[in-house]
């Protein structure tokens, strides 16, 4: 932590289509280096790869081996054979929280051919993430390192048992969401972002500001896994909300400055112009006016109970 390293990507994953070239795109997406072997055959490959690591003088070496949806025999027999030559340092297990006991019947034979040190769960945004996270730590002892929510890079998270047992509970998990937040959007920009809400100042400028950080955040299906009582939205609302915010945007895009600042201004032939501008029908921009108004009301509520609290 805080200190740059060295770092190597490599697979010698020749089973799955296109695993090597998924793993190469994904190191330059990270900025790490990336190594493709010229030997075809799991172990030379390995063998290759950890004679190029330690040439080149790299700190860490993350070699990805071909994943298995059940226990095949000569593959785990490759997998030993690797772990024979390299004797990595730490050995992570990747298992699919969707596949349920199969995911475990994997694990037990991993332990019991090569060991490894920690999981991750992958899939965890599914209905099944609950079972396949229980049945493995109560079954093999080991810990959980990270989880994955998404395919995306910043959908891999630490995983914290309390956070993780609350949001599989329905409860929510705000801790992790302020963390996202905090990631995403500089501290600074909240502060401001939160004090001309409370000032009474909110223009439509600050709502396009406001919906931009919510996107920073991910889509309102992802921020939802992190809010307590969101279970009974369904998919077609979020994307529904998701398409809203979306058009929300373009709306105050085709709005001149003065008007951002002064909605008032917005009469039948502005709102006429704006909705050619923008692609859509006048009711639309209503809907973004009463939208606003309602994200006014909400700060004023909060700016009230904040004056009750002082006294």
């Not at 025999?73 to 990595?88: F, Q, S, Y």
């Not at 929510?149 to 609350?166: A, H, Y």
């Not at 998701?242 to 929300?248: A, G, S």
């Amino acid at each position: 932590r805080g200190k740059q390293r060295h770092t190597l990507l490599a697979s010698v994953d020749f089973y799955r289509p296109a695993a090597i070239e998924q793993l190469e795109i994904l190191a330059h997406k990270v900025g790490v280096d990336f190594y493709r072997a010229q030997a075809q055959k799991p172990v030379a490959a390995a063998q290759e790869i950890y004679e190029y690591f330690k040439k080149n003088s790299y700190d860490l070496l993350f070699l990805d081996t071909a994943g298995r949806l059940h226990i095949d025999a000569d593959m785990m027999a490759e997998l030993v054979a690797i772990n024979t030559k390299i004797a990595p340092k730490h050995k992570l297990l990747v298992l699919d929280a969707m596949t349920g006991q199969e995911s475990l019947a994997i694990a037990q034979a991993f332990q019991k051919a090569i060991g490894f040190d920690a999981a991750i769960l992958s899939k965890m945004d599914s209905d099944a993430r609950g079972g396949a996270a229980f049945a493995f730590r109560y079954a093999l002892k080991k810990p959980i390192a990270w989880v994955g929510i998404g395919e995306k890079v910043e959908d891999l998270e630490s995983f914290i048992p309390e956070r993780m047992t609350t949001r599989i509970l329905g409860m929510g998990d705000i801790q992790t969401l302020i963390e996202k937040a905090s990631e995403s959007v500089a501290a600074e920009d909240q502060e401001k972002m939160a004090q001309r809400m409370l000032s009474g100042n909110f223009t439509l400028k600050d709502f396009y500001e406001q919906i931009s950080m919510i996107d920073k955040l991910g889509s309102l299906q992802k921020i939802s896994r992190y809010l307590p009582g969101t279970g009974s939205i369904s998919q077609e609302q979020m994307a529904q909300g998701q398409k809203e915010m979306t058009k929300f945007k373009a709306i105050i895009n085709s709005m001149t400055p003065k008007e951002r600042l002064f909605p008032n201004l917005l009469d039948a032939s502005r709102k006429q112009r704006i909705a050619r501008g923008a692609g859509i029908l006048v009711p639309e921009i209503n809907q973004l006016l009463q939208r606003f108004e309602q994200s006014k009301q909400f700060a004023k509520m909060f700016k009230n109970m904040g004056k009750l609290k002082r006294y």
